[in-house]
């Protein structure tokens, strides 16, 4: 219990410096988030059922910085003693208010939690006047994935499961980004073996990541807590 409140105040204090057990029973339209600026990077977001088993996040990001924005995109996937890109993963809680949060960012380690490879996403560039799209399909009802999040009963450290199904009534998508003020690598940015993604370590990722997040948006959403 204590790691889950340190993890869900440590989302609060994020997003406040970065930025200054049933079917739902409606199911409308695609609901359309705000439109927000975080020092000039345009975050625009929609999410809307595909089927009955899917909640589709669509969303786009428009730097209009000067300099190149890294998107924490794609979050990484512990496989194959090595950590490795999971194009369709989000992290995903509900807070204390009882609202979906939805995000892709760097998440810091907890002061009681001991990693030896801290969880680091992988991270997409997107040039001055650019813009990047992508579309997020999440399986339903949503289950709670955080990293460092663990039963207070396991022995074993083993990622906690999720719990009592529940439904919400509103969601919010957040990403994080870097947007280096010198050069990629000096910050210790790197390029992967496709060439199309970068990586950067867990201590420059964390200090200089910024967060741009949503307004909530109005859907119904079944989730296990």
Excluded at 16 to 23: S, T
Excluded at 92 to 117: C, F, I, T
Excluded at 183 to 188: A, I, Q, T, V
Aim: proline share 7%; net charge negative; aromatic share 10%.
């Amino acid at each position: 219990m204590r790691r889950a409140l340190f993890i869900s105040l440590g989302l609060a204090f994020l997003l406040a410096a970065a930025c200054a057990a049933a079917e739902p029973t409606a199911r409308g339209p695609a609901s359309t988030g705000d439109v927000l600026m975080s020092d000039q990077v345009e975050l625009d977001y929609s999410l809307g059922y595909r089927g009955d088993k899917s909640l589709e996040l669509t969303y786009a990001v428009v730097n209009h910085l000067k300099v190149d924005v890294y998107l924490f995109t794609p979050l990484s996937e512990f496989r194959d003693q090595d950590w490795e890109p999971a194009p369709n993963r989000v992290y995903a809680h509900v807070d204390e208010g009882g609202v979906l949060q939805l995000s892709k960012m760097l998440w810091p380690v907890p002061e009681d939690v001991d990693v030896y490879m801290p969880e680091v996403p992988y991270l997409t560039r997107v040039a001055p006047g650019a813009k990047f799209s992508e579309v997020i399909l999440i399986r339903v009802p949503v289950r709670t994935d955080l990293p460092y999040l663990f039963d207070d009963d396991e022995d074993d450290d083993e990622p906690k499961k999720g719990g009592a199904l529940t439904t919400v009534d509103a969601v919010v998508f957040s990403i994080g980004y870097v947007a280096p003020d010198k050069s990629p690598d000096e910050l210790g940015l790197k390029k992967d073996a496709t060439g199309k993604l970068f990586s950067i370590d867990y201590g420059p990722g964390v200090v200089n990541q910024k967060i741009v997040n949503g307004k909530k948006t109005a859907i119904k959403v079944s989730v296990y807590r």
